[in-house]
């Protein structure tokens, strides 16, 4: 949890000053699952010293209720492991504002509220289409303006549903607030993997001689889940796979992997390398999305033996939605590094397992000794697991025992859970410690979520103009047959 690897050469502590930390919308489904638990971790490992906790939602809870309510979110037993009194200590940390964010009334509780504390920080843990209240709020009454110390916003995904919506955020936000300010969480980043990735490549002396166009044949980046929509049906509808999981969780681990060496580690170092990845995707033109780009929906079908509705007979899903649960992409960046280099994206609901990780596929050697072998064994792969079981595996041939010269793919492994003695910490905790202490490398900034943006959007017209039947695919399988259809010849999607 101490060893930031983005952050060394940061003089920044690793504990937090004193701050009140505003939840708005403290009585959904992210505080009781992610927030509050981060939050009493972060505190009962000693990284939170003075501090108030505010819930700010418009349910008539008392303050008392308030305290009920988080200690349930909180029985958990690796939570519960750091005793009664540290969870009381928290608890007596919390208050609760009771308004509606369109009331101007509640806003006017918050200065009060910080009496004795100078630094605060708002997260909209709030349904999308309240961001922009919230924010006219803050801004309208004050709250934005620094007073001795720092104001910071945290801002929760989806930012924005195309170029333009994500434009008009960033305006909003950037009216009351600068840059510094604002962070924009992908909660992926938060991830240990996914910040190994920087140490892979640029702390080894190994990998990065040969990780280019020379010796890379190509990268396949997959993000399955297991589950459905799960009763989010009318959330989906609005967003669908691509905006959901590819405009920000994948493409931050596209730029990761994909982006030149940082000159240094300072946030804005590694999120500058970022961007030039995104502005280097060579666009998907309005009547290419068929050759780049596949959709599909899960149809009805069993998964571990018990049936489930197909996607158009979830509630809140319309009989005849276009909405999609599974996108595959293939993609080149103009880059010298990247040129010609397949890039092959894929995420979906209701697939075999839940599983997500970046496969880099290595060149097959230049000559070609063990024909029959070679074509039986597959080539070299680094994957790189995001979960589960996070961790690396090198994939290469070896020959199996005998008198003829036979070989198979054989896995070098490297396992989080096993090297280190411990699981990772839960990724809401690094980032929220992250923008306590004021450390945004993890967040994205405004020119990284509009360059994503540009990309994606071009996608969603693409579709939009293209009536063809969206591909039905078969639950607990690997999404729509028509994927097949975006690879090379010689390459096939990993088996999931
Ligand atoms: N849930 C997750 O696992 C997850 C994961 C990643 C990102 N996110 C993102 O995190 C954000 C929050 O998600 P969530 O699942 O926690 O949403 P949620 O369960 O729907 O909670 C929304 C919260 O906002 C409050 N609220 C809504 N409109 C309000 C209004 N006009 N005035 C005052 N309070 C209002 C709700 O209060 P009431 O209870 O009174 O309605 C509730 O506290 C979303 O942007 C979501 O995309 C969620």
């Not at 004193?18 to 009962?44: N, Q």
């Not at 008539?60 to 519960?80: A, H, I, S, Y």
């Not at 509220?113 to 997260?123: A, D, K």
């Not at 640029?202 to 993000?223: A, C, D, K, L, S």
Request: net charge positive.
């Amino acid at each position: 949890m101490d060893f930031n690897p983005f952050r060394s050469g940061l003089s920044v502590s690793r504990e937090a000053q004193s701050f009140v930390f505003f939840i708005f919308g403290v009585t959904g489904d992210l505080t009781r699952k992610k927030l509050m638990p981060a939050l009493f971790s972060l505190y009962a490992k000693g990284h939170l010293n003075r501090f108030k906790i505010v819930g700010f939602a418009r349910r008539p809870w008392t303050q008392e209720f308030f305290r009920n309510e988080v200690q349930g979110m909180l029985q958990k037993p690796e939570l519960l492991s750091y005793g009664k009194e540290t969870l009381e200590a928290f608890l007596k940390t919390l208050e609760y504002i009771q308004s509606p964010f369109e009331d101007p009334a509640g806003y006017k509780k918050i200065d009060s509220v910080c009496e004795g504390f100078q630094n605060r920080i708002y997260y909209l843990s709030t349904p999308p289409d309240a961001y922009g209240t919230i924010i006219e709020q803050l801004g309208a009454q004050g709250l934005a303006k620094e007073k001795g110390g720092h104001t910071r916003i945290v801002v929760e995904k989806p930012f924005g549903r195309d170029l333009s919506t994500a434009r008009k955020l960033n305006d909003q936000l950037s009216r009351y607030f600068r840059e510094d300010q604002i962070y924009r969480i992908d909660h992926y980043l938060g991830k240990e993997t996914v910040q190994n990735l920087i140490l892979l490549r640029f702390g080894n002396g190994i990998f990065e001689p040969v990780w280019n166009h020379r010796y890379i044949h190509h990268i396949q980046i997959t993000v399955a889940e297991k589950i459905g929509v799960e009763g989010r049906g009318n959330y989906y509808e609005t967003a669908g796979a691509l905006r959901d999981m590819v405009q920000n969780h994948m493409f931050q681990l596209l730029c990761l992997t994909t982006m030149e060496p940082p000159n240094d580690l300072n946030p804005d170092t590694i999120r500058t390398e970022k961007v030039k990845i995104l502005k280097s995707l060579r666009p998907i033109s309005f009547r290419e999305t068929s050759l780049y780009t596949v959709r599909g929906q899960y149809g009805a079908g069993y998964m571990d033996g018990k049936p489930v509705p197909a996607y158009r007979e979830e509630p809140g899903v319309a009989p005849d939605s276009r909405t999609e649960t599974f996108v595959a992409l293939k993609l080149f960046l103009d880059t010298w590094r990247w040129s010609g280099v397949p890039i092959y994206l894929r995420t979906g609901k209701r697939l075999a397992r839940r599983m997500s990780e970046i496969a880099v596929r290595f060149k097959a050697p230049p000559l070609e000794l063990f024909p029959r072998a070679w074509a039986y064994s597959g080539r070299n792969a680094l994957i790189i697991r995001i979960q589960p079981n996070e961790g690396i595996s090198l994939i290469m041939n070896a020959k199996i025992p005998g008198y003829t010269l036979n070989m198979r793919p054989v896995n070098m492994d490297f396992s989080y859970g096993s090297a280190f003695g411990e699981s990772p910490p839960e990724a809401y905790e690094r980032l929220l410690l992250d923008s306590l202490i004021g450390d945004s490398t993890l967040y994205t900034r405004r020119d990284e979520i509009e360059a994503s943006w540009t990309f994606i959007t071009r996608i969603l017209k693409g579709w939009e103009e293209d009536p063809s039947p969206i591909p039905q695919y078969v639950p607990g399988g690997s999404g729509p047959e028509e994927a097949k259809n975006l690879l090379e010849p010689s390459t096939r999607w990993r088996k999931l």
